[in-house]
Structure formats: structure tokens, C-alpha cells
């Protein structure tokens, strides 16, 4: 279940993350992105339907400038993190959001070790570092 769900909607839409085994945080659009309330409660009874609790929210800031390739950015896509055992590297972009997301990450993971990475490079080419680390 929760590999379909990955699949179908964090790789493709980066709009869910799983911090525990039945457990998701979802980017918060209704902040920034016009998406309706609507929206995102349908988002969360789907999510909660197949036994999936959201906790919360990451800061989320969608950017509509296009890199050399003709792609949308991934500036301000905290939920594309990169998580290892032991350690979470969370990304920044120089942007307002950034500190208001880090505080959030660290709500989620109270006792992980967190650290911060300029992503602003990365996120040209249309990822931030979940989207790297792949082979």
C-alpha cells in the first residue's frame, strides 16, 4: 500500500511524504499554491481511507519560472528531503519559507538529527535531494 501511494503520488506530484509506517505529511498548498480546501480534504480522506493518518504540513512555495530546459523549478519543495538512518538532510533556498520549514521538519522528528543544504542549484533542474539521491 504504501509503496503505491509513494509511487502515485510523492514521485510524480511530490505532495505526500511518509514519516512513519501509516503516517504522511503533505505539502501545505493552500498557502501559496490556490489549491482548494476541497482539494486537500479529499487528498486527506483518500490518504485516510487506506489506513493513512496525516500528522501535518511542510511549507510549500510554488514557484511557476522555468529553467533552461523549459521545467518548472523545484525551489521551495521541502518535502523533497533526502532521509538516511540517522540523519535527515533537509533543503533550503534563500527563501522566506525556509526557516518556517525547518521548524516544521523538526516537529516531525524531534529526537533525528536534522541538517540544512543550500538546494537552490538542484532545485534549476526540476528536484531537491529525495530526487537526486536515486539511481
Known amino acids: 500500500m504504501a ?3 509513494i509511487n502515485s503520488s510523492f514521485l510524480y ?3 505526500v511524504r ?3 509506517n501509516d503516517t504522511v505529511i503533505i505539502n501545505d498548498y493552500l498557502e501559496t499554491d ?3 480546501e476541497s482539494f486537500i480534504n479529499r487528498l486527506k480522506r483518500s490518504l485516510e481511507l487506506k489506513g493513512i493518518r496525516v ?3 511542510l511549507p510549500y512555495r510554488a514557484f511557476t519560472r522555468k529553467n533552461k530546459d523549459g521545467l ?4 521551495g519543495c521541502y518535502i523533497n528531503y533526502l ?4 540523519l535527515i538532510v533537509f533543503p533550503s533556498f534563500g527563501i522566506e519559507e525556509d526557516e518556517a ?3 516544521s521538519i523538526r516537529s516531525y522528528f524531534p529526537s533525528g538529527k536534522i541538517v540544512q543544504l543550500g538546494c537552490s542549484e538542484i532545485a534549476e533542474q526540476s528536484g531537491v535531494l529525495n530526487c537526486v539521491s536515486w539511481n
Do not use: H, I, K, Q
Not at 518548472?72 to 525551489?75: D, G, I, K, M, V
Not at 532521509?83 to 540517522?86: A, D, I, K, S, Y
Open 3 to 5: 509503496d503505491s501511494l
Open 13 to 15: 506530484y511530490n505532495m
Open 18 to 20: 511518509f514519516v512513519g
Open 34 to 36: 490556490g489549491y482548494s
Open 55 to 57: 500528522c501535518g504540513t
Open 72 to 75: 518548472y523549478t523545484a525551489t
Open 83 to 86: 532521509e538516511t538512518p540517522g
Open 101 to 103: 520549514a525547518f521548524r
